[in-house]
């Protein structure tokens, strides 16, 4: 798989990276939220020694402890989709095994004892799903999981017991958002069982009009159609999202170009940036490639920059303690040398 940063599957596509994520736990171990921090770093030591036997694993991965970092470089890891924000909130506690080309994690300690997740550039849900099955089996070669014939991959959340399997899509979606149908599609989508969250997932704004779309049943149906029915979910918003385009770009066509070029002369030329309405322009300029309206901005740049751009990154290659003010400036200086 490739890292989705710097992936070559998605040139103009909609959808950004596609995310698998497994759900386990160890068979007689109380699950993480009741284990004192000692306990819970035992976990860890036991599930990654085990995992690191198998020499693909020991050669390709290493465990990152959440408890020997500082808060800005979880954060990092965060942004980067790498981790959530349970594991964080747990950090005392909790690590992940990360593989060299940032495409594989396996968060410890979460609100689960396991969770695997795999992620790749563009819509490639069935090859995230691949790979991750891979090292779930090598895991389970030494991990005696917590199973039931019955009701499948027991889990601390009802929500994902069978399975134990989230899908997900990071898809770009202005369009719609701009037209205020976000809502509509949300409350469709409810009642199939699929779910529309913000960029990092539950809890979070869909800045820069980024979505993530995952499955939401989890018992009672097989891994590959959790896979088949997401994609064809997805691909109807694809075909909603272009057609919304076309109606607009229709009706205000110098209004939607207008806001599309004026989003890139800001990014070239804004000597203070905030977060917020850096991804927004940068959602803007996006649309622009995707519309076959720009052609000398790369696409995998402007992915990476959704990422590179957020407070962890900015503050990772300057001063941690720098003021909001001049971690605005450092983005916008950082933006203006990313595009030149």
Same mark, same amino acid.
């Given at each position: 798989?490739?890292?989705?940063?710097?992936?070559?599957?998605?040139?103009?596509?909609?959808?950004?990276?596609?995310?698998?994520?497994?759900?386990?736990?160890?068979?007689?171990?109380?699950?993480?939220?009741?284990?004192?921090?000692?306990?819970?770093?035992?976990?860890?030591? @036991?599930?990654?020694?085990?995992?690191?036997?198998?020499?693909?694993?020991?050669?390709?991965?290493?465990?990152?402890?959440?408890?020997?970092?500082?808060?800005?470089?979880?954060?990092?890891? $965060?942004?980067?989709?790498?981790?959530?924000?349970?594991?964080?909130?747990?950090?005392?506690?909790?690590?992940?095994?990360?593989? @060299?080309?940032?495409?594989?994690?396996?968060?410890?300690?979460?609100?689960?004892?396991?969770?695997?997740?795999?992620?790749?550039?563009?819509?490639?849900?069935?090859?995230?799903?691949?790979?991750?099955?891979?090292?779930? @089996?090598?895991?389970?070669?030494?991990?005696?999981?917590?199973?039931?014939?019955?009701?499948?991959?027991?889990?601390?959340?009802?929500?994902?017991?069978?399975?134990?399997?989230?899908?997900?899509?990071?898809?770009?979606?202005?369009?719609?958002?701009?037209?205020?149908?976000?809502?509509?599609?949300?409350?469709?989508?409810?009642?199939?069982?699929?779910?529309?969250?913000?960029?990092?997932?539950?809890?979070?704004?869909?800045?820069?009009? $980024?979505?993530?779309?995952?499955?939401?049943?989890?018992?009672?149906?097989?891994?590959?159609?959790?896979?088949?029915?997401?994609?064809?979910?997805?691909?109807?918003?694809?075909?909603?999202?272009?057609?919304?385009?076309?109606?607009?770009?229709?009706?205000?066509?110098?209004?939607?170009?207008?806001?599309?070029?004026?989003?890139?002369?800001?990014?070239?030329?804004?000597?203070?940036?905030?977060?917020?309405?850096?991804?927004?322009?940068?959602?803007?300029?996006?649309?622009?490639?995707?519309?076959?309206?720009?052609?000398?901005?790369?696409?995998?740049?402007?992915?990476?920059?959704?990422?590179?751009?957020?407070?962890?990154?900015?503050?990772?290659?300057?001063?941690?303690?720098?003021?909001?003010?001049?971690?605005?400036?450092?983005?916008?200086?950082?933006?203006?040398?990313?595009?030149?």
């Amino acid at each position: 798989m490739e890292n989705w940063l710097n992936s070559n599957e998605n040139d103009t596509g909609l959808v950004l990276s596609s995310r698998i994520r497994l759900a386990r736990n160890l068979k007689t171990v109380p699950f993480p939220d009741k284990l004192s921090n000692e306990e819970g770093r035992k976990v860890i030591d @036991d599930i990654s020694n085990k995992f690191s036997e198998n020499s693909y694993a020991k050669e390709k991965f290493r465990c990152i402890h959440l408890w020997e970092n500082d808060n800005n470089s979880n954060v990092e890891f $965060l942004e980067k989709h790498l981790i959530s924000k349970k594991l964080i909130e747990n950090r005392d506690k909790s690590a992940f095994i990360l593989n @060299d080309n940032e495409t594989i994690s396996i968060m410890l300690n979460e609100e689960d004892h396991i969770r695997l997740q795999g992620i790749t550039g563009g819509f490639n849900l069935k090859k995230a799903y691949e790979e991750l099955d891979k090292v779930d @089996d090598l895991l389970e070669q030494n991990v005696d999981y917590a199973f039931d014939e019955k009701l499948g991959y027991l889990t601390a959340c009802p929500t994902n017991l069978g399975t134990g399997m989230r899908a997900s899509v990071m898809i770009h979606l202005p369009s719609l958002s701009m037209n205020k149908e976000m809502s509509g599609i949300l409350n469709a989508l409810t009642q199939i069982g699929i779910t529309i969250r913000g960029l990092f997932g539950e809890g979070s704004a869909a800045t820069g009009s $980024l979505y993530q779309v995952s499955n939401q049943v989890t018992l009672g149906i097989k891994e590959e159609d959790i896979i088949s029915n997401l994609k064809a979910v997805i691909e109807q918003i694809i075909n909603q999202e272009n057609l919304c385009r076309e109606q607009i770009y229709k009706k205000y066509k110098y209004e939607l170009e207008d806001k599309i070029f004026r989003s890139l002369g800001i990014l070239k030329n804004a000597v203070i940036l905030d977060s917020s309405e850096c991804l927004n322009l940068i959602s803007n300029v996006r649309m622009g490639i995707e519309m076959g309206l720009i052609s000398d901005v790369n696409i995998h740049l402007l992915d990476s920059l959704i990422v590179t751009t957020q407070r962890a990154a900015i503050r990772k290659n300057c001063n941690n303690n720098m003021s909001i003010q001049e971690e605005n400036i450092k983005r916008a200086e950082y933006v203006k040398e990313s595009l030149k």
